[in-house]
C-alpha cells in the first residue's frame, strides 16, 4: 500500500469524514438495466451496481445526475421523485454498510445539450437564451423567463427533503459540460438583461440562490458541493478545441473558473469537483484514449491556493500512479473514477492491498459504457468487464460439473473464455499456436497512444498465469493434436481473423504489407505510405507512421471515415483531429483499382465536401499517386476453418469471438465471458 498511501488518507468534506481519497464519479444512469424511467426509480440492478463500487472500497460515489422536480423541462436525466426514495434508500444502506459515503448529483436540467432522441420527439429545449441546439443548430433553445428560474431554484427545496429521507451524506450541485446551470454561469452563453444574466453577481444568483435554499432545508452543515469545468475549450458554439493553445477561448477559462469558486465558497459552497470541457468540446469532458490520463491536470494546478475547502477533481485518473501523484502533489484532495471504476469495481481495494497489476483497466474506448447506450441503445456496461451494469445476474456460479475444457486461440476471446471458466472451478488448457497470448491485442497495443490495451494485455496474461491455467503456447491444432482434443469435455475455437486482402491488381507487390505486419515491425515501411481503408485500424495506423515521420495518405472508399463499424464521436472526433494534426491526407469515395511497385492508381466515385484534398481529383478520372508502401487495412476476416474439420470430431465445440464474427475487442470479451459463465 505504501507506494499508494496518500490515496488511503481520510479526508473531510465540511464536517463528514470520508475514509480514503478515491470517490466514484458521476455516471449517468441512461434507462433500464439500471434505472426504470417509466417508475422514476432506479432498479434493483441500479443498487447493487452502487453497492458493488462500495464494496470494492471507493470512499465516496457521487451518483449519477438526478434532476430536481420542476415540470420547466421534460426530464432527459433520471428525475429525484419520491417514487425512487426507496430504491435510493436501499443503495445508501447497502453502501454505508461498506463506509462509503454517498452524495447525490441535482441538476436543474440540460439546457441546450437536451439529447437527439428528445429532440425527435419534438421537445424544445431550454436555455439561459436564445442559443442553438448543441446538436442542430437550426433548433434555437427557447430562453427560461424569471418566474421559471424562480421555479427552478424553489424545486429544490423538496429534492432536499427527499435527500434527507434517504440517509444521503451530501449533495453534489451540477454545473458541468455546458449542462443548463453552466449556460447562466458562463457570459458566452448566458446573453440575459434581467436579474440572472450580465454582471458576475448576477449570473452566480442561480447557483447562490439553490445553495441557500438546500442549506436553508438541510441545515448548514449539511456538506454541498458544486461541480464545474476547470476550462471549456470552446472555439465556438459546436467547435471544441484539442489544445489550450492557439484559439481564443469563448467559454470559461482558468482565471474565470477560479473567479467563481472563491465567490461561492463565499457563499458557504463545502467543496468544488473540476473537470474539463463541455458539449461543444466533449472529448475534454469524456477523454477518449487518445487524450493519456489526468489531461486536464495542468490546468487545475493552483486552484488550492484559491479556496480552501476541498477539491475533487475527475478525467481518466484511473491509471494507479496519476491518482496517486494527484493527492501527493496537491493537486487535489480527492480523485473521482469514473470509467475505471466500471472496468474493474475492486480498483481501491487491489491498490490498498498493493496490487496493481491485477486491476483490470478501462480502455478508453467509450464502447461499453456510453456507446453502449448511444450507438447501440443498450443499458450501461462495459468493454472489458460485461458483468458491469448486470451484477446481479452475471455472478459467477461454481461449476455443477467440473469438466475439462480446451480453448484453442490465446486471443481476448480466448483468454476470457479460459478465465472465466476457471474461476468457475474447470479445468482448462489453453492452445496458441504463436509463441505468446494477444491475438490482435499484440499489434493494437503498439502505438504509444494505445498504451491501455497494452495494459489490457498484461493483464489477461497474469489472470492466466495466476490462475494456472495450461497454456501451450507455439502449439498449432493439426491431425495428430486433434486426438487430445477428443479427450476434452469441451472444446471451444476462439482462433480469431485475419486481415483482409483485397482484390486489387497488384496487390501482392513486395511493397504492400498488411497493417498487422506494419505495426509489429515485420515489414519495412519506406517514408511515402498509402494506408488503404478508413477504418478504426486504419486510422489509428495512419496516425501512429506519421508520427514517426512518414507521410501518410489514407484512401477510404465510403464518403468519410470509421462509417463501417461505428466509433464513439469522442474517440472519432479526437482521433480525427489528431491526423489533421499530423498532416495525414485523407481522402474518401476512393477506388483503388492498381498497385503499382511505384505507388496507386485510383478513381474517385464522388466528390465528398469534408477534406480540402478531394478537388484535385476529378470524379471517375484515374489518377496515380505516389508511394513506397501500401498499407492494407480493409478490416477481417474469421479464420474459422478447424471448425469444419472438428465438427462432429469432438463431444462439444464451440466458436467465439472473430472466428465467428470480426468485431471490437467488446465483442470479443462479451463472447468469453458469456461462454465462460454458461459452460
Known amino acids: 500500500m505504501k507506494e499508494f498511501e496518500n490515496l488511503f488518507q481520510p479526508v473531510t468534506i465540511g464536517k463528514l469524514t470520508i475514509k480514503n481519497r478515491i470517490a466514484m464519479a458521476p455516471i449517468v444512469l441512461f434507462g433500464m438495466p439500471l434505472y426504470n424511467h417509466q417508475l422514476q426509480s432506479m432498479t434493483r440492478d441500479g443498487v447493487e451496481y452502487y453497492a458493488r463500487r462500495a464494496r470494492g472500497g471507493v470512499g465516496q460515489i457521487i451518483t449519477s445526475g438526478f434532476k430536481v422536480p420542476h415540470d420547466v423541462e421534460q426530464p432527459g436525466w433520471p428525475e429525484l421523485r419520491p417514487e425512487g426514495l426507496t430504491a435510493l434508500s436501499e443503495m445508501v444502506d447497502m453502501c454505508h454498510t461498506y463506509d462509503c459515503k454517498v452524495f447525490i448529483q441535482l441538476t436543474p436540467g440540460t439546457g441546450r445539450n437536451l439529447m437527439p432522441s428528445q429532440?425527435?420527439?419534438?421537445?424544445?429545449?431550454?436555455?439561459?437564451?436564445?442559443?442553438?441546439?448543441?446538436?442542430?443548430?437550426?433548433?434555437?433553445?427557447?430562453?427560461?423567463?424569471?418566474?421559471?428560474?424562480?421555479?427552478?431554484?424553489?424545486?429544490?427545496?423538496?429534492?432536499?427533503?427527499?435527500?434527507?429521507?434517504?440517509?444521503?451524506?451530501?449533495?453534489?450541485?451540477?454545473?458541468?459540460?455546458?449542462?443548463?446551470?453552466?449556460?447562466?454561469?458562463?457570459?458566452?452563453?448566458?446573453?440575459?438583461?434581467?436579474?440572472?444574466?450580465?454582471?458576475?453577481?448576477?449570473?452566480?444568483?442561480?447557483?447562490?440562490?439553490?445553495?441557500?435554499?438546500?442549506?436553508?432545508?438541510?441545515?448548514?452543515?449539511?456538506?454541498?458541493?458544486?461541480?464545474?469545468?476547470?476550462?471549456h475549450f470552446l472555439k465556438d458554439l459546436r467547435v471544441g478545441a484539442m489544445r489550450a493553445k492557439g484559439y481564443e477561448e469563448k467559454g470559461r477559462d482558468i482565471d474565470d473558473t477560479h473567479r467563481i469558486i472563491k465567490r461561492l465558497e463565499e457563499e458557504g459552497y463545502d467543496g468544488f469537483h473540476l473537470d474539463a470541457g463541455c458539449y461543444d468540446a466533449w472529448f475534454w469532458a469524456h477523454p477518449p484514449i487518445y487524450m493519456g490520463h489526468g489531461p486536464h491536470l495542468d490546468y487545475i494546478k493552483g486552484v488550492k491556493d484559491v479556496v480552501k475547502v476541498p477539491i475533487i477533481t475527475a478525467s481518466r485518473l484511473g491509471l494507479p500512479e496519476v491518482a496517486e501523484k494527484v493527492i501527493k502533489e496537491g493537486l487535489a484532495d480527492i480523485v473521482a473514477v469514473g470509467r475505471a471504476l466500471l472496468s474493474d469495481p475492486d480498483f481501491p481495494k487491489k491498490l490498498e492491498k498493493g496490487d496493481p497489476d491485477d486491476i483490470r483497466p478501462c480502455i478508453g474506448c467509450h464502447d461499453g459504457c456510453f456507446g453502449h447506450v448511444i450507438n447501440l441503445a443498450r443499458g450501461l456496461s462495459c468493454s472489458v468487464n460485461p458483468a458491469c451494469g448486470r451484477e446481479l445476474?452475471?455472478?459467477?456460479?461454481p461449476a455443477v460439473r467440473p469438466k475439462s475444457i480446451i480453448v484453442i486461440g490465446?486471443?481476448?476471446?480466448?483468454?476470457?473464455?479460459?478465465?472465466?471458466?476457471?474461476?468457475?472451478?474447470?479445468?482448462?488448457?489453453?492452445?496458441?499456436?504463436?509463441?505468446?497470448?494477444?491475438?490482435?491485442?499484440?499489434?493494437?497495443?503498439?502505438?504509444?497512444?494505445?498504451?491501455?490495451?497494452?495494459?489490457?494485455?498484461?493483464?489477461?496474461?497474469?489472470?492466466?498465469?495466476?490462475?494456472?491455467?495450461?497454456?501451450?503456447?507455439?502449439?498449432?491444432?493439426?491431425?495428430?493434436?486433434?486426438?487430445e482434443l477428443k479427450a476434452a469435455d469441451i472444446v471451444v475455437l476462439a482462433t480469431g481473423s485475419g486481415f483482409i486482402i483485397p482484390d486489387i491488381k497488384g496487390v501482392d507487390g513486395k511493397n504492400v504489407v498488411t497493417v498487422g505486419d506494419t505495426l509489429l515491425g515485420k515489414a519495412e515501411i519506406g517514408d511515402e505510405v498509402i494506408v488503404i481503408g478508413g477504418g478504426l485500424e486504419g486510422c489509428e495506423t495512419a496516425l501512429w507512421l506519421a508520427d514517426n515521420g512518414k507521410n501518410v495518405t489514407l484512401l477510404e472508399k465510403l464518403n468519410d471515415l470509421m462509417l463501417a463499424h461505428p466509433v464513439f464521436y469522442t474517440n472519432r472526433n479526437y482521433l480525427m483531429g489528431l491526423m489533421g494534426e499530423a498532416n495525414v491526407i485523407t481522402l474518401t469515395n476512393i477506388n483503388v483499382e492498381k498497385i503499382t511497385d511505384g505507388g496507386v492508381i485510383i478513381t474517385q466515385t464522388a466528390v465528398a465536401d469534408r477534406s480540402e484534398n478531394q478537388d484535385i481529383y476529378c470524379k471517375g478520372k484515374e489518377r496515380t499517386l505516389r508511394c513506397d508502401t501500401v498499407v492494407l487495412a480493409v478490416g477481417q476476416k474469421p479464420e474459422n476453418g478447424l471448425y469444419r474439420t472438428l465438427h462432429g470430431k469432438v463431444r462439444e465445440l464451440y466458436k467465439i469471438g472473430d472466428c465467428r464474427t470480426a468485431g471490437k475487442i467488446h465483442d470479443a470479451i462479451l463472447a468469453g465471458f458469456n461462454l465462460g459463465r454458461n459452460i
Open 119 to 231: 429532440l425527435a420527439m419534438g421537445l424544445k429545449p431550454i436555455s439561459s437564451s436564445a442559443l442553438p441546439s448543441v446538436w442542430d443548430p437550426g433548433i434555437i433553445c427557447r430562453p427560461l423567463t424569471n418566474e421559471e428560474v424562480k421555479k427552478i431554484i424553489n424545486s429544490y427545496k423538496p429534492a432536499a427533503e427527499m435527500v434527507a429521507v434517504t440517509g444521503i451524506d451530501g449533495i453534489e450541485v451540477h454545473s458541468h459540460e455546458g449542462y443548463l446551470l453552466d449556460q447562466f454561469i458562463t457570459p458566452f452563453y448566458n446573453r440575459r438583461t434581467d436579474e440572472y444574466g450580465g454582471s458576475f453577481e448576477n449570473r452566480l444568483r442561480l447557483p447562490i440562490n439553490i445553495l441557500h435554499v438546500i442549506k436553508g432545508t438541510l441545515g448548514d452543515d449539511f456538506p454541498v458541493t458544486f461541480r464545474l469545468g476547470i476550462k
Open 393 to 397: 445476474y452475471y455472478g459467477l456460479l
Open 410 to 483: 490465446g486471443g481476448p476471446a480466448g483468454m476470457e473464455t479460459a478465465r472465466v471458466a476457471m474461476l468457475r472451478g474447470h479445468r482448462v488448457t489453453l492452445y496458441e499456436k504463436d509463441g505468446s497470448l494477444g491475438g490482435h491485442l499484440r499489434e493494437g497495443s503498439i502505438p504509444d497512444f494505445k498504451y491501455d490495451v497494452k495494459r489490457l494485455l498484461d493483464w489477461y496474461r497474469v489472470q492466466m498465469e495466476r490462475l494456472k491455467i495450461d497454456i501451450k503456447l507455439n502449439m498449432e491444432v493439426t491431425g495428430p493434436t486433434i486426438s
